[in-house]
């Protein structure tokens, strides 16, 4: 049986200690994690690929995408997705137009997960301008803090082409969308609650771009000689933490530069509360350089492990340059969540499914990373959405979510 391997040294990625350390490095144990077989058949089709079995959470007319699962107060396991619907715009321009946010059941972890309806932005594409989240919502991550759950999720609407620097006199409403992300935030105390839409929501975003520097077609431009800040131009995918140490919460985001070309940068922001006000710092997090200069990454989901004392990422290496390999999901570590070490052995899991009769299987999408983790803070099992081949041009389907169940092994 082929076996895939996540060579994650959790409790054992090696730390830089730094600054009051002096640098010296702590090596603490060491771990292997397995991905567990998964259940799905996947079977090619004459537009694609068709994938069934309890490992997939699908919805029949919606391409799904990112997922983050909670267990709650009555044992069951509750999923809140992200899906803009099928056939009317391919997958690229879904998400932007229109995507839905949604919640999902299971009785177990890792699969079997049930519809039970959507509560954010129902209507999908209908063009809609009434608050600042109201066209497109996607990146769903569920934390519990004290006694409510928080929902923090990015999210858009055209603002119109009133502030614009571009070759024409109007940019696309795609790029006027997709340049208007920003971070929100809503609390509820129940999962119920929430699909009834009792929860807060405020019409601010908790979090939006400080600078908005790009050569051309750009919506609101910031002054000439701007320097960018790691909050450029968009802030999304959001990660949320709680450090122990003096009680802070950290807001992870992805912001865009372009120097002179694309890339994802990272930031973070702190606050005494999980509903903010958030402080952004300056300086980038996940920040490495490589032989073709600073590396792009996206989708971070960090944690704190309170046996090791240290914060762990996990994150879509986009052209496999941090684990030195293929395209897949690597792992940094942190003393304080600010200062962060690329550990030798970064690879957390490949771009691949094992199905339950040990094949292999290379995906092209496998991304958004959300954890479950068990009571001594290690990962149980992985969320991610997936597409076999390549979805963005697909009008009809080929997006899921898949949940891997994780097997934790203590090297000697």
């Not at 509560?119 to 209908?126: A, E, L, R």
């Not at 795609?174 to 971070?183: K, L, T, V």
């Not at 930031?267 to 996940?286: R, Y």
């Not at 994150?315 to 684990?323: A, E, L, S, V």
Request: hydrophobic letters at 35%.
């Amino acid at each position: 049986m082929n076996k895939h391997w996540i060579r994650f040294y959790l409790a054992g990625v090696i730390c830089s200690l730094l600054a009051s350390c002096a640098e010296k490095k702590v090596i603490l144990g060491e771990y292997t994690f397995e991905a567990q077989p998964v259940d799905l058949k996947i079977d090619s089709v004459a537009d694609g690929y068709r994938v069934e079995g309890s490992s997939a959470f699908q919805l029949p007319g919606h391409f799904v995408w990112g997922a983050s699962v909670t267990k709650a107060e009555d044992g069951k396991y509750y999923m809140i997705y992200s899906a803009p619907e099928t056939g009317i715009y391919p997958f690229n321009n879904a998400w932007v137009f229109g995507s839905k946010m949604g919640l999902a059941v299971s009785d177990r972890p890792d699969g079997e997960f049930r519809q039970l309806g959507f509560f954010m932005n129902q209507d999908g594409f209908t063009e809609d301008k009434s608050t600042w989240d109201a066209q497109t919502t996607s990146n769903p991550h569920v934390r519990k803090f004290g006694d409510r759950y928080y929902l923090y999720y990015a999210a858009s609407v055209d603002p119109g082409n009133e502030h614009i620097r571009a070759k024409a006199d109007t940019l696309p409403r795609r790029d006027r969308i997709q340049q208007s992300q920003q971070i929100g935030v809503i609390s509820f105390k129940s999962f119920p609650d929430l699909l009834e839409g009792k929860f807060t929501h405020s019409d601010k975003p908790l979090l939006g771009p400080r600078t908005r520097v790009k050569p051309d077609n750009v919506v609101n431009p910031s002054p000439e000689g701007t320097e960018p800040k790691p909050d450029n131009l968009i802030v999304v995918n959001p990660s949320v933490v709680y450090r122990p140490t003096d009680g802070k919460y950290l807001l992870y985001f992805k912001g865009n530069i372009y120097d002179p070309h694309w890339r994802g940068v990272h930031g973070v922001a702190l606050s005494d509360k999980p509903d903010g006000p958030f402080i952004p710092l300056d300086e980038p997090v996940f920040h490495i350089e490589g032989a073709k200069g600073k590396l792009s990454a996206e989708d971070p989901y960090v944690w704190y492990h309170e046996k090791d004392r240290c914060f762990y990422a996990i994150f879509k290496d986009f052209g496999g340059q941090f684990t030195k390999g293929e395209p897949c999901l690597a792992i940094m570590a942190s003393e304080d969540g600010i200062h962060w070490t690329l550990p030798e052995h970064s690879l957390f899991m490949k771009k691949q499914l094992v199905l339950s009769d040990g094949k292999v299987v290379n995906v092209k999408r496998l991304e958004r990373p959300q954890l479950l983790l068990d009571e001594e803070g290690n990962p149980e099992v992985l969320y991610a959405a997936c597409a076999i081949d390549e979805v963005n041009p697909k009008v009809n389907g080929g997006s899921f979510n898949v949940q891997i169940r994780i097997k934790p092994e203590k090297v000697k």
